[in-house]
């Protein structure tokens, strides 16, 4: 969801800024993500349509690496005809069980804080929405 992600890289870098002393605008930084991310992803999306037909790409939303990250690693070996030894999965699953993602305290961050809005932020990333839109609503 690019929502999420301009505002906890806009955090992100906040935090960071402070750490050192600064004092960082927090809209400057949201209209700096906006425009950045957006105009990345544009990017990507071009540079995706011009890969030759054998470069297959497998897109994984979050919410499933979340939800359930060894289906999302069985499917990943799947695509390449693989699977994954027990010993490797048990690996992946030990790190994932030691690592939870509040292990460090929650990461709270949010649009307004950065003079951003969810239209905003559809707007700009209206060509990712317009092929991953599909992905994101299952």
Not at 52 to 62: I, R, Y
Not at 79 to 100: D, F, G, I, V
Not at 113 to 136: C, I, K, M, N, P
Request: net charge negative; no cysteine; hydrophobic share 40%.
């Amino acid at each position: 969801d690019p929502a999420i992600t301009v505002s906890s890289i806009a955090r992100l870098t906040e935090l960071i800024q402070l750490s050192r002393g600064l004092q960082p605008d927090p809209y400057e930084l949201g209209r700096f993500f906006l425009t950045e991310l957006s105009n990345n992803w544009r990017d990507n999306l071009i540079q995706r349509g011009q890969l030759p037909p054998t470069v297959k790409v497998l897109d994984v939303p979050f919410r499933d690496i979340v939800e359930d990250s060894t289906a999302v690693i069985n499917r990943i070996y799947a695509a390449r005809e693989e699977a994954p030894t027990s010993n490797a999965l048990a690996a992946m699953q030990r790190w994932e069980k030691n690592n939870p993602a509040d292990r460090h305290g929650k990461h709270e961050y949010s649009l307004d804080r950065y003079g951003l809005d969810a239209a905003q932020v559809r707007t700009s990333f209206a060509d990712y929405h317009a092929v991953f839109g599909a992905l994101e609503a299952r």
